[in-house]
């Protein structure tokens, strides 16, 4: 398969490469693709060099399938060129992820809506993944009503200029910022900008995405987004309100048989999930479960996955799998 990787020099298009090659993906051509700074550099992949190309040029090589990631903005404008030519895209901006058109997808969870027809496919937020992987197979079992969550989310969220505003700050270098304010030793409560009620447009996709991927409008999310001086992984500490009441034991036994998560739930034996131990893995990992003593049929849990893993490229790439193994593509 010929496939396109756009945005192929930043953070998420190298996990994306790294992806497609450990997961034997079947391309039998790559065609990546930057911005003009990077036109004509080369990219290895899977032990062979690749010159990286505009998108025109690699539009005019009629590539099966496009894993975007290079913002909104080419999303916006090259996604539906890249359809238009019977090119299937993949599109990890969060231009696409609300049209009502446009099917947004996490494998485990809806993956069966996608038909051969979908050729531009939404990529869910990185915090939204990590969140409904869990919530799913909960609400299947107990049905969930109501969601706070806050997340404590990594620098490389944001970027490779968030590295290394923070790289230069822990070494005392007076570097490009990032952020409006320090980030060592420091907890930022602003991820993306801010919207006129008052929540951030990261704090809204969390509030929004996981009742379009799911198919439920029964239940509603209240989210406080937190950038936190961590260089990869997303944290999330979340609470659930059910239906009817749960017992601990049977929500260990769902988790612990969810595929794609791990349950990480010893904290007597100091086991629960860190960013540091999620750090290159495709797993969402959940533990500190808990009954909530203030509030009846409530459950707080803690949930941390590799944002630039099953947050971005693997999902994608997941996505990808689906269709080829159904025919889709």
């Not at 700050?169 to 006129?196: M, Q, S, T, W």
């Not at 999330?236 to 739930?265: A, C, K, Q, W």
């Not at 944002?307 to 889709?328: D, F, M, P, S, W």
Request: hydrophobic share 40%.
């Amino acid at each position: 398969m010929r496939v396109a990787v756009v945005g192929v020099t930043g953070m998420v298009g190298q996990i994306m490469l790294e992806a497609l090659a450990s997961r034997s993906f079947p391309v039998s051509h790559l065609i990546p693709v930057a911005s003009e700074a990077s036109i004509g550099k080369k990219v290895v992949f899977q032990g062979q060099p690749y010159k990286i190309l505009g998108l025109q040029e690699a539009l005019d090589e009629k590539p099966e399938l496009a894993l975007f990631s290079a913002g909104g903005d080419v999303s916006r404008d090259w996604a539906p060129r890249f359809a238009e030519i019977g090119c299937t895209v993949i599109d990890n901006s969060s231009f696409w992820r609300m049209h009502p058109e446009i099917k947004l997808v996490v494998p485990e969870i809806n993956a069966d809506i996608l038909t051969a027809e979908d050729k531009i496919i939404a990529n869910p937020n990185c915090s939204t993944i990590q969140l409904v992987m869990v919530m799913a197979p909960l609400h299947k079992a107990f049905g969930i009503n109501r969601v706070l969550v806050s997340t404590y989310q990594s620098v490389s969220g944001t970027g490779q200029k968030a590295v290394q505003q923070l790289n230069d700050e822990i070494n005392g270098v007076d570097g490009p910022k990032a952020y409006p304010h320090r980030i060592h030793k420091n907890a930022l409560p602003h991820c993306d900008v801010f919207l006129n009620n008052g929540y951030t447009k990261e704090e809204m996709k969390l509030a929004t995405e996981p009742q379009k991927i799911m198919g439920e409008s029964s239940f509603k999310i209240s989210a406080t987004a937190v950038r936190i001086p961590t260089e990869g992984g997303h944290s999330e500490s979340v609470n659930l309100t059910f239906d009817r009441d749960f017992d601990l034991s049977e929500v260990r036994h769902i988790l612990g048989n969810t595929p794609g998560v791990i349950l990480e739930d010893e904290p007597l034996n100091n086991l629960y999930p860190m960013p540091i131990n999620a750090h290159g893995k495709d797993e969402v990992f959940v533990g500190r479960l808990r009954r909530d003593l203030s509030a009846s049929n409530s459950l707080n849990l803690w949930i941390v996955a590799d944002n630039l893993r099953k947050g971005a490229a693997t999902n994608a790439v997941q996505i990808a799998e689906y269709l080829c193994a159904n025919h889709l593509i």
